[in-house]
């Protein structure tokens, strides 16, 4: 609004146009004050004497740089001849800031969006300086980048525990298929070359010897393959997830129900559902104390379901070994849940569900 629409206003309203103005100053809520060419506050609002706590005739001829402006918002000293609303009483131009702070008269901070636009006078040139207080505005900007680094950070954490397992499966998987495929057959091949030379020897002491060294090759053979199944049971890249768990459960000294879905799903995936079944049976045998126990996988929704569930003496706790904490992380790395109902004396049931994309 110009001076003579003030003026036009003012005399339809039978105002004087310094009534004028001062209404609007005092209603608009955007807070305003002046400086004179030294930069003494001459005029300041209500709305700009509420946001900077003082009484009018407290700031009123104050030097506002000194008074309002002199921290920046890390707290370092803000030099008056750096200040951007100087410029304005130096140069004629308009300047306009956001973000920067102004200090309360109580030497809070508060952070501030302002315009400073040269104001001619009758002493030289001095400056008009309309702020807001944008505080809220800023600090939900930076909860919400806080927010989004956090949120990359905790998506890179879970991107790289996924690409440790995989890369941990990969090297069970070729260790199992190198043991299975080496050190096995050749143990097997021995094993049938002891039987044939004890079936043809003659000589009692020698076959003595050689049924000695037969049964020393068997329970090589057992231990050996114990030792691939535990790694990467090849059965489980040949033949799937039902086959290599009920080769598992087959082996296991209690009744056992075992059923498990026929389809195949990626290496990693199928490697993650047998050790979380392989864990959780080593518990109920090392554990339990159990008479039976039931596994099942199968899809559910857009995931698959593992479940084993003993009647034995309960009480598993994720926090009692590595065992239950490594399902956890393995459930977590493919976005996937780790649940443990295990009451004393009511058995045990451990649940993971992973989706399947
Ligand atoms: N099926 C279960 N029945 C009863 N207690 C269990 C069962 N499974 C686990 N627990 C208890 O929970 C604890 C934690 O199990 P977890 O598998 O994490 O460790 P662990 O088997 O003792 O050792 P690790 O698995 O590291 O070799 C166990 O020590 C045991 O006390
Ligand atoms: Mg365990």
Redo the contacts with the bound molecule.
């Keep these: 609004m110009t001076t003579s629409s003030v003026q036009r206003v003012g005399e339809r309203l039978g105002l004087a146009p310094r009534d004028v103005l001062e209404a609007l100053l005092s209603s608009v809520p955007d807070a305003v004050y002046v400086v004179d060419p030294d930069g003494r506050v001459e005029f300041a609002n209500p709305a700009a004497l509420e946001l900077l706590g003082y009484e009018e005739e407290e700031l009123l001829g104050r030097i506002s740089h000194p008074t309002i402006h002199h921290h920046r918002w890390d707290g370092t000293p803000f030099p008056q001849e750096e200040c951007p609303m100087l410029r304005p009483r130096q140069t004629g131009e308009t300047v306009r800031v956001d973000g920067d702070c102004f200090w309360r008269k109580d030497g809070t901070p508060f952070r501030v969006a302002y315009s400073s636009a040269p104001l001619p006078m009758s002493t030289g040139r001095g400056a008009v300086v309309v702020f807001r207080d944008v505080t809220a505005r800023i600090e939900a900007e930076e909860a919400a980048r806080r927010e989004a680094v956090e949120r990359a950070r905790a998506q890179e954490i879970h991107d790289s525990r996924a690409r440790i397992l995989a890369a941990a499966d990969t090297e069970r998987r070729r260790l199992g298929r190198d043991l299975h495929d080496g050190a096995q057959q050749r143990l097997v091949r021995v094993l049938l070359a002891l039987k044939q030379a004890e079936g043809s020897c003659g000589d009692p002491v020698a076959g003595g010897h050689l049924r000695e060294a037969i049964r020393e090759a068997e329970e090589a053979i057992a231990e050996l393959r114990d030792l691939v199944t535990g790694v990467h049971p090849a059965i489980l890249t040949t033949r799937g997830l039902a086959a290599a768990i009920d080769s598992l459960a087959a082996r296991l000294p209690l009744i056992t129900t075992v059923s498990v879905t026929d389809r195949r799903f990626a290496p990693s995936l199928e490697a993650a559902a047998y050790f979380v079944v392989a ?1 959780a049976l080593t ?2 045998v ?3 104390g159990a008479e039976e126990v039931h596994v099942r996988i199968d899809e559910r929704g857009d995931g698959l379901c593992i479940e084993v569930k ?1 009647d ?7 926090e ?6 490594g399902l956890a992380d393995r459930a977590a790395a493919f976005d996937g849940t780790l649940e443990i109902v ?1 009451e004393p004396g009511q058995g ?1 049931r451990l649940r993971v569900a992973i989706p399947v994309p």
Excluded: F, I, M
């Design positions: 864990e518990n109920v090392k554990h339990a003993d034995g003496r309960g009480g598993a706790r994720a009692g070994g590595s065992g239950l904490r295990s045990t």
